[in-house]
């Protein structure tokens, strides 16, 4: 993994802000774990609410880590050239100027990058895909995100987009996604749409994602058949990136990472899916759990490239 030399010695401070919660992390010099701490997002305050609640957990944690640091934060979406934040599923903060305004608020420079890419960076540099040249890391979760990680190393691409698989469309006629576009793996492959499927089925349910999946491994018909066509969409996606980028290893995460069917029918389904007449690539699921996306968000600043 790039290392920075101004970072040598420097205590990081990584800050992963989900829908719902804000996590916060200091690794020491050695790169390890001094203190977490996790509060929630409360997003029906709004932009400048979330902002505040963000400085005010990096104030925290910087009791923790002493003068010298560099703070990193995943985030949903990613930094437009303006320095405007713009796909991101926690809509207020799109349009939004946010590295200036959260480096105004804590008084520190900040390392701003997609949540999806901080949990591929971890865990290709401290979880299950290690020793891979190319990890493709996925997310599966309230949204579908993912990141791609080669020789330690994020790739980004010029619009910021690699790994950005929820949203290459698995159906032009499919339900409408926010992002403007319609049946994107998101809409097909995100928590919520698990859940809704099986409402749909039903006329009515307020089920999550986890107890559709439950009741279909209890025998339920028709959660069995939302779960096998999930599985099915599943493979579809998948192996479109395996037929474009062929990566070493793809790990797992988010909340339905652990669906055990996605590591057997899931995979069976790739295998039947992708431009080859067998399925060699690992798909596993994460190692760190989901301390994955705050422990990336501090080896982005590890990686932060200073004039």
């Known amino acids: 993994m790039y290392l920075s030399a101004s970072m040598e010695g420097k205590h990081l401070i990584g800050i992963d802000l989900g829908g719902t919660k804000i996590e916060g992390v200091v690794l020491d010099a050695a790169r390890q774990v001094v203190v977490r701490r996790r509060i929630a997002t409360e997003q029906a305050g709004g932009y400048e609410h979330i902002v505040a609640r963000i400085a005010a957990l990096?104030?925290?944690?910087?009791?923790?880590?002493?003068?010298?640091v560099a703070i990193g934060i995943g985030t949903p979406g990613s930094v437009t050239r303006a320095g405007t934040m713009k796909n991101c599923n926690t809509t207020c903060l799109n349009g939004r100027a946010l590295p200036e305004d959260l480096a105004a608020a804590i008084g520190l420079p900040v390392t701003i990058e997609?949540?999806?890419?901080?949990?591929?960076l971890a865990e290709a540099v401290a979880g299950t895909g290690q020793g891979a040249a190319m990890?493709?890391?996925?997310?599966?979760?309230?949204?579908v995100g993912g990141g791609i990680v080669f020789r330690g190393e994020l790739l980004r691409g010029p619009q910021s987009l690699a790994g950005e698989w929820g949203h290459h469309c698995l159906d032009p006629a499919g339900p409408p996604c926010y992002c403007g576009q319609r049946g994107c793996a998101e809409v097909f492959l995100s928590g919520p749409a698990l859940a809704e499927a099986y409402?749909?089925?039903?006329?009515?349910?307020?089920?999550r994602a986890e107890e559709v999946i439950a009741l279909a491994r209890a025998g339920d018909?028709?959660?069995a058949g939302v779960v096998g066509g999930y599985l099915q969409r599943f493979g579809r996606a998948l192996a479109n990136v395996i037929d474009i980028l062929d990566p070493d290893t793809i790990v797992i995460g988010g909340g339905l990472s652990n669906l055990d069917e996605l590591y057997q029918e899931g995979r069976a389904q790739?295998?039947?899916c992708i431009f080859n007449d067998e399925l060699r690539t690992p798909i596993v699921r994460h190692q760190l759990g989901d301390s994955a996306g705050v422990i990336g968000a501090a080896m982005v600043a590890a990686q932060r490239r200073e004039p």
């Open 135 to 143: 990890v493709f890391g996925v997310i599966l979760g309230t949204g």
């Open 221 to 223: 018909p028709i959660a």
């Open 114 to 120: 997609n949540d999806a890419n901080c949990f591929a």
């Open 270 to 272: 790739v295998a039947r």
């Open 199 to 207: 409402g749909e089925r039903l006329g009515s349910s307020s089920a």
């Open 58 to 68: 990096v104030a925290e944690l910087r009791r923790s880590a002493g003068d010298r």
